[in-house]
Structures are given as structure tokens and as C-alpha cells.
């Protein structure tokens, strides 16, 4: 496909517009994030004709807002969910080893166990090995680790009360760029898509969901998507959209708020810990971007989606349960440069939210529509598949006689080892003007292969391989790159979810300024 034919331009929108009014697709997917653009990917691998739009940015809300972790699921061994583990474990080494290894990054974690802590070091011990094993070993052997060796790993770790500290593998990713890397995958594949355009309202034909009625909120012009089958995965918007479908429609979810706080260290981590707070729950720091990420929360929410963030009652709790295994001189206010917030996506019924499964419902609504919620991120490809699953099973309308069964693997855009491209973009340079190591680095994690495109931009034009802020690694070539490949359309698109410039408290007044401008071609 066509380099241009990811540019977020007014005239390339314009285009998307008619391309998406031309005929009628096999599947309409409401909802941009994870969920959505999993099964739009999936879709158009089996050979369906796949439209997917979202009312702001390509995982714009929820899936952009998580703790960042790619992982079997330590506390599921708790309730004694081993199947579920093993199950996620074989998805994350997939993922590191085969789908995007350039965006899943393996980290150490540590558990720190204090003499008045709610496990013992014989439990952990026994816990992290089994974790290990239901991952066939693939990342080592759990194992115990005396407080000076974790101390070396994490600098920031408590040692008061200390007696021991249980050791496991897991990966990590920036869910931002793996989320535009799979839209990227599904467009390849053949998918249709645009971000910033809500549904105004669903189209019907004899009583049948059959497409949606649009409104590009950039250019503000209205256009309809006809379709077989139109699927509602618009996460804490759910219940929304059905109602539309059916005014009647009875609530299928309910709401948990994850709030996250991202702090600067004064040294470098190189493992993350998980914090029991309770034999249930846990909290975690995570090293992330340079910077070190706290969370999370999970209480209900009951208010406007749109509205969700972080407020004051939020921080107090992630601090105070971060302390329970952190010294309190990593936890000072004014080291914080970022806050966000995202909802779960539960299903309905009785119960505390953190007792919930974190389960996918798939569910057909009186008009035809099918409407997916919940999930995590470690299984979205699993997700993906088991939507697919349930088209083929739509009898009144047979999609499922169109589609062919997608490879079992299919690597995202870019693929490549990050330490290859790192070496490339250092030395594949004119003498004297090499890229500095830690930007080369930035890109190749962060793009893989593509890295090389950035690096060509900077070739053409030097100045675009200047650092966004002089604190972050970003440079001015990924703004362009967002705008012309990536359908980054506002300063956020590009500042907080293509790159790491928000995240680090680096999106001053003249950056934003200067980026504003460059969107605007």
C-alpha cells in the first residue's frame, strides 16, 4: 500500500468519505480502539470488505489509557485461574516473538515481601515459579531475590521490613504505538478507516441495524456507511450506541476507573515492581518511557466517559499504595509529569468492579447489531478471533460464507530486531552526522523498520531530526509522520498518542504551537 494513502490531509479525508459511502461493506466497526481495530484487522484478513470508524483518535480513550503491560497475570494465580495464565502467557510470548517484538519489550519484576506483608516468601517463591512454568520457562525461572540484589534493579524499592523479594518475567509495550501499528495492519489488509468521525445515528432496513450515519468532526461534513453487519465496540460508549439500536436496552456493562500516574526517578530502573496492597490486589511501578508509571485504581464509575481523569482522591491512593513498597523520596508531587485515567469495560451484575472478570461479551441486540466489550490487552489478537467466531455464527445475515480462516500469525507493521535498527540508524549516516544513540534507540522501539522512513525524512530534511523538547527523545520527523502516515489530526493525536512528548511533561505552549502548524501542513 501506498505511503500516501495514510495521510490524515483534508483531500485524503475527503477520500476515505467517498471511499466509505462507495457500496455496501460486509462489516461496519464502530469504535477505534483496541477491540474495534483488533476485529477490523481480523475481519479483513478473511477476506471481508471492513469499515471502521471512531468518533476521536485511534484508541483514543481507554486503550490508550492502561498500565502499559503485555502479561500472563501473576494475581489470576490467586483465584485459581491457571488455564487463564497459561492462556495469556502463550499470547505474550506471541507477541513478543513473532508479532511485534519491536514494540513488546521484556522487563524484570520484582515482589517485594515484608515481614508484615499479606504473602509469605515460601508462597511468592512458589507462585513466581509456577508463574515461570506456565510460560514453559520462555523468560527464565522464578526465583527469590535477596533486598540488596532487588535494590540494584529497582533503586527506589523499600527495604524497611524487607525479608525477601520474589523475581518473574513479563513484557511491556506503548500502547499508543501498538494501536496505530494494528490500524496500520488492518488498512494494509484492506480495511477502510477514519478517526474523528461520530455516529449521529444508526441506518435500518426492515428493522435491520444496516450502517450508520457519520459526521467528520474536522471537516464537519455528513456522509452514511451502508453494511451487512455493523458491530458496536465502542467500550464505555456500549450501552450508548445500543440504546440507539433500542431505547429500551437494559445496561450489559458497568464502569471501573484505572487512574495512572507517571513520575521522573533520580536513577534509572531496570526492573518493575508489583506491590501487594492487600491478597487480592496489587500495585505497580513500572519503568516506562524513562520515567517510572504508578497505578492502578479500580473503583466504579458511573459518570460521563468523556469526563473520566484523574482527581485529587486518585492520587492520594496510587501514592499510598506505591509507598507500601517504595521509598517515600521517589513519591514526591512535584516529580509528576503526567496523569491519566481509563475505564474498564465490565460486564453488568453484582459484586466489587476489582472482582470481575475481565472477560469479553459478545451480544446481538434486537436490530441485528452486534455489540463486543471488554478484554485486555494482553489477548486482543485472541479477541480479534473470537469476534470473528461469532459472525460466522450470524445466520440472518452470512457473512461467514465469505470468509476464509486469516493466518494464525500475522506480524504488525515493522517488524524488526529494535537492536538491528538501532545499529542501522547509527551508522547507515553521513560522518558527522550520526544520529545520537538514545534517539536511534527511541525510534527503532518504538517503529521498527519504519524507523528507517523517519530517517530518510531527516536525511531530506535535517531539521526535522531535532529533538521536539531537548529533555525527551522524540524529534520533529514523527509529528510529520504522524500527520502523513499515522491520521494524526490534533495536537493530541500526535503529542500524547504517536509520541511520548505529553507523557513527559514536555508539550510546552511553543511545542504544541510549533506542532499545531505542522499539522496543518
Known amino acids: 500500500m501506498k505511503a500516501d494513502t495514510h495521510r490524515a490531509t483534508p483531500a485524503f479525508r475527503a477520500r476515505t468519505r467517498e471511499e466509505l459511502t462507495r457500496g455496501t461493506f460486509d462489516l461496519l466497526v464502530i469504535g477505534g480502539g483496541i477491540l474495534g481495530t483488533s476485529v477490523a484487522w481480523t475481519a479483513t484478513q478473511a477476506g471481508l470488505r471492513v469499515a471502521m470508524v471512531d468518533a476521536g483518535d485511534f484508541a483514543g480513550a481507554t486503550s490508550s489509557a492502561s498500565s502499559k503491560l503485555v502479561h500472563g497475570g501473576l494475581r489470576y494465580l490467586q483465584t485459581g485461574n491457571v488455564r487463564l495464565v497459561a492462556e495469556n502467557h502463550r499470547e505474550r510470548r506471541s507477541l513478543a516473538s513473532d508479532v511485534a517484538p519491536h514494540l513488546v519489550n521484556h522487563r524484570p519484576f520484582l515482589v517485594p515481601i515484608y515481614s508484615d506483608g499479606p504473602h509469605s516468601a515460601a508462597k511468592m517463591g512458589a507462585g513466581v515459579f509456577l508463574y515461570s512454568a506456565l510460560s514453559a520457562f520462555g523468560d527464565g525461572m522464578g526465583r527469590l531475590l535477596s533486598p540488596k540484589q532487588a535494590k540494584r534493579l529497582a533503586p527506589g524499592l523499600r527495604t524497611d521490613g524487607l525479608k525477601s523479594v520474589a523475581a518473574y518475567s513479563d513484557h511491556q509495550m506503548n500502547d499508543s504505538r501498538m494501536a496505530v501499528m494494528t490500524v496500520r495492519a488492518a488498512v494494509d489488509a484492506g480495511a477502510v478507516v477514519l478517526n474523528h468521525a461520530e455516529v449521529l445515528g444508526l441506518r435500518t432496513t426492515n428493522g435491520r441495524v444496516s450502517g450508520a450515519d457519520l459526521r467528520d468532526r474536522v471537516a464537519g461534513e455528513e456522509f452514511g456507511v451502508d453494511a451487512r453487519l455493523v458491530l458496536n465496540a465502542t467500550g464505555p460508549w456500549v450501552d450508548h450506541l445500543r440504546r440507539m439500536e433500542n431505547p429500551d436496552a437494559a445496561p450489559s456493562v458497568r464502569l471501573s476507573k484505572g487512574a495512572h500516574l507517571v513520575l521522573n526517578t533520580p536513577d534509572p530502573w531496570h526492573a518493575a515492581l508489583t506491590i501487594p496492597v492487600d491478597k487480592y490486589r496489587v500495585s505497580f ?34 501514592l499510598s499504595e506505591a509507598s507500601m513498597g517504595i521509598d517515600s523520596s521517589y513519591l514526591d508531587r512535584e516529580r509528576m509529569t503526567y496523569s491519566f ?29 452486534l455489540s463486543v466489550a471488554g478484554g485486555k490487552w494482553t489477548t486482543y489478537r485472541h479477541i480479534g478471533r473470537t469476534v470473528l467466531e461469532a459472525l460466522r455464527k450470524v445466520s440472518s445475515v452470512p457473512v461467514g460464507e465469505d470468509m476464509a480462516d486469516p493466518l494464525r500469525t500475522v506480524p504488525l507493521p515493522g517488524l524488526a530486531s529494535p537492536d538491528a535498527v538501532t545499529q542501522r540508524l547509527i551508522i547507515d549516516r553521513e560522518p558527522g552526522a550520526r544520529v545520537d544513540p538514545i534517539v536511534a534507540r527511541h525510534l527503532a522501539t518504538h517503529y521498527g523498520s519504519l524507523a528507517m522512513d523517519l530517517a530518510a525524512m531527516v536525511r531530506d530534511e535535517p531539521e526535522l531530526g531535532e529533538r521536539i523538547h531537548p529533555d525527551g527523545p522524540d524529534v520533529w520527523a514523527q509529528v510529520v509522520y504522524a500527520r502523513d502516515h499515522e491520521w494524526a489530526v490534533t495536537v493530541d493525536d500526535a503529542l500524547r498518542r504517536r509520541t511520548t512528548v505529553t507523557v513527559r511533561g514536555l508539550d510546552t505552549p511553543e511545542v504544541r504551537e510549533r506542532t499545531e502548524r505542522i499539522l496543518a501542513g
Open 341 to 369: 485515567a481509563g475505564l474498564r469495560v465490565l460486564p453488568g451484575g453484582p459484586g466489587d468492579t476489582s472482582s470481575a472478570k475481565r472477560e469479553t461479551v459478545v451480544s446481538q441486540g434486537r436490530g441485528g447489531m
Open 285 to 318: 511501578a513500572v519503568p516506562w518511557e524513562g520515567h517510572l508509571l504508578l497505578g492502578t485504581t479500580d473503583e466504579a464509575y458511573e459518570g460521563d466517559p468523556a469526563d473520566v481523569g484523574v482527581v485529587p482522591t486518585d492520587v492520594d491512593q496510587i
